[in-house]
């Protein structure tokens, strides 16, 4: 039998994580990818020395990374190695006043307890429930294409139906009434992409992927796992031609026979996009794309980010490996990301510091900081507004941490809305795709095999499970099933 060609849109995670289980099944697989460089969002910048992850900083879930790996007789130790943080992370919630998070859930638990008397055994309670829920989502959830809604309806899963429908942000206030332990609650469940108090307290598995599994760092940055999965996808035969973007979709009777990009034409039998659904679906004839204009801008998206690379020409101290600066009103933030799509005055932001653990990512005697703002997708992006946010970040940090920095720095490169959309045509420039919201989980999120053309399927951070890492890998995976199911 003739060995069926499958082209891949995009080298983002999830289009490297079908490309390995494709290969592996004997589908002559070719990823095309429009940036110089493979990784997606993930991608990596070097500048005088220092290495920054453009993307992700966070690795949580190994368990996940790990099943991967595990799937073709490998193991992440065969590409990276792995540290565990502690503290996972630091979050000041005013100045010179933070909590640090340790890597070791009895130390949380007193955390907790020195903060509300009472809480260290509520926190015990909340993390069980949060452990049940996180195996219901490994065993029953993620891992489904989301064809139809009885994949996911079992004993368990009815029991949890609940759960669906209490937020997040209702049940922590159950358990803690401290605010800054409600708002410590409240931080893993914002990378799903919305707000606490959209999101379902299903989800509070992400506490316990962050209390019990920990925050982890590959030596030399997240760009380690993409540099991996190349490496495993080039070894099991796939091709990875960049610079080369997908400009057309050829079609036949509603079937896709090959794409166009600007050095030629690409036959293939079967076509995958991993790059942002909605830019996928401008490729093809206006009566064979799914989804209408209406219906991409009625969802919620997660957010955007501001970010900006930093060099020190100094080592940092009172800043942690990952810092939240959660010293601003969150509510007032969130409603300027979902509601009016406007600036916040005094947003909330994270930094990362990965030579505070990893002295590969700066030169000796230095430090790198990553700093990230979240916000409303499709924001006025100008040089101007950067600069502005720059300012503040700078002035908060010295001030919240009583560290001067200001004349410390060395450069600095910013990353916003316009960046998302030219370098990965992301919809309104988001940067976590689509946002894990009740009537956007599972059945209820964009197909990953068309409804309207036979042969097209989708993977990556729009469609199911969600944003994020470990999800992508996920997508990677369960699209391939389904391609191997339907060819
Ligand atoms: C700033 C930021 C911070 C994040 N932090 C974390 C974190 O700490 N932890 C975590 O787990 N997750 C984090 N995430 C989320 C995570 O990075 C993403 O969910 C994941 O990388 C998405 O992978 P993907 O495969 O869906 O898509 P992408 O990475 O977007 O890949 C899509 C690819 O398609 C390509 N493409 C688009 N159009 C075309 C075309 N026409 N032709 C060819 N190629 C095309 C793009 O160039 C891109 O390479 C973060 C994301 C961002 C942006």
Redesign the pocket.
Known sequence: METKKIII???????LSASCYLASQGFDVTI????KT?????RQLKKDGFVFD???????MPDVFESFFKDFNKSTDDYYSLNKLNPAYQIYFGKKDSVSISDNFEDIKQTFENIEKGSGKKLQKFINKAHRNYNIAIKDLVYKPGEHVFEIINKKTFLKLYEFVLTIKNQVSGYVKNKQLQKILEFPVL?LGAKPSNTPSFYNFMNYADFKLGTWHPKGGMYEVVKAMTTLSKSLGVKIITS????KVEIKNNNVTGVTTHSGYFPCDILLS???YH?TET?LPKPLRQYSESYWDKKVFAPS?L?FYVGFDKKLNNVSHHTLFFDTDFEAHAKTIYDTKEWAEKPLFYASFPSITDASTAPEGQEAGIF?IPIAPDVEDTPEIREHYFNQLVERVETITGESIKSNILFKESYCVNNFKD????YKGN???LANTLTQTHVLRPKLKSKKVDNLYF????TVPG??????LI?GKIVSDLILKYH
């Open positions: 849109i995009g080298s983002g995670f999830s289009s095309l990818e429009k940036n493979v990784g997606g969002r993930a453009i993307g992700p900083t966070f690795y949580w990378f080369s973007e997908v400009e991993g790059a942002d830019h490729l980010a970010l990230l370098d990965y045509h992301s940067a976590y795709g993977c990556g951070q729009l944003p994020g890492v470990p999800p992508s997508s």
